[in-house]
């Protein structure tokens, strides 16, 4: 499934332990606020900024805590440039994880409204993106755009029940040594997926826990243990010449749903193989 916005490495991002502010969201992601949508768009094109889609979720009980915009070189385009945000529900913050509500949109006409389901692990500061299956909502550019994307918001909301089962179900999953190397291998090859070229790294270190509270054997934490030391990178990799060099971390937001996607989607299959 590819997304509706595509961004590339340069984005710009910030993520908060509290709610933003529209001062907070402005200074990273003008074009959520942008008065008018681009020239190039038509008559036909409805154009309701972002911010007063957002502002409709506010009254609904979703806040943003993390906001994501585009760099773009020509800077007439910088007000109508692909945007990213990342809300909560008040009633889907728990101590250990919090569903997130991942909203993209642009004012340019390369994207139409697009919500997916996301969940934010505190232990590690980092941003899960659950599979296709569980919520993928598209409101185009015309109609009663606030109203569709709130509704499109509680659909999305509906589907945690799924992802508290997926996730309760996975950490009742225990895993063998060998297990987690074929997980871990099965990862390695969705990303560095050049057949003539080995991984720069190896199964034991994306297996590798970064804290004490992740030595376990479940598949949970294993997946989790995997996604985050893709995400984060700072491995000590070998290049195919022989260089040692340090994993960079995903900066690119399109990679990032990408990879996350992958790894939900691995992460379900082995569960299933288990059970």
């Known amino acids: 499934m590819q997304l509706a916005s595509r961004f590339g490495r340069n ?5 908060s332990p509290s709610p933003l502010s529209d001062e907070q969201l402005r200074k990273v992601a003008p074009s959520i606020f942008a008065e008018a949508a681009h020239g190039s768009r ?8 972002t911010s007063h889609v957002l502002a409709g979720l506010r009254k609904e009980g979703f806040e943003p805590f993390m906001v994501c915009q585009t760099r773009v070189r020509d800077e007439e385009k910088r007000a109508f440039t692909k945007h990213m945000l990342r ?22 006409g390369t994207s139409c409204y697009q919500m997916l389901a996301g969940m ?20 185009r550019h015309k109609g009663e755009i606030v109203d569709n994307v709130i509704e499109g918001a509680f659909e999305v909301l509906d589907g945690f029940d799924l992802v508290r089962e997926k996730r309760e179900q996975m950490r009742a999953v225990t895993l063998e040594p060998v297990e987690a190397e074929i997980f871990a291998r099965c990862a390695l090859a969705l990303k560095y997926d050049a057949p003539a070229k080995p991984a720069p790294i190896t199964e034991a270190q994306i297996l590798a826990p970064r804290r004490i509270a992740d030595v376990k054997s479940d598949l949970w934490t294993t997946f989790n243990r995997v996604q985050e030391n893709f995400v984060k990178g700072g491995l000590s990799a070998r290049t195919s010449n022989g260089r040692r060099q340090s994993t960079r971390a995903v900066q690119g937001i399109d990679q990032n749903i990408r990879v996350n996607r992958a790894l939900w989607l691995l992460a379900e299959e082995m ?3 288990k059970a």
């Open 120 to 139: 934010f692990r505190f232990a590690c500061s980092n941003g899960l993106v659950c599979g296709t299956q569980i919520a993928d909502v598209r409101v």
């Open 87 to 108: 809300l909560r529900h008040a009633s889907q913050i728990d101590d250990a994880e919090a569903n997130e509500i991942i909203l993209l949109n642009s004012h340019d």
């Open 11 to 15: 984005s710009h991002s910030y993520r």
């Open 42 to 49: 038509s008559e036909r094109y409805t154009y309701i900024p």
């Open 271 to 273: 569960q299933r193989l």
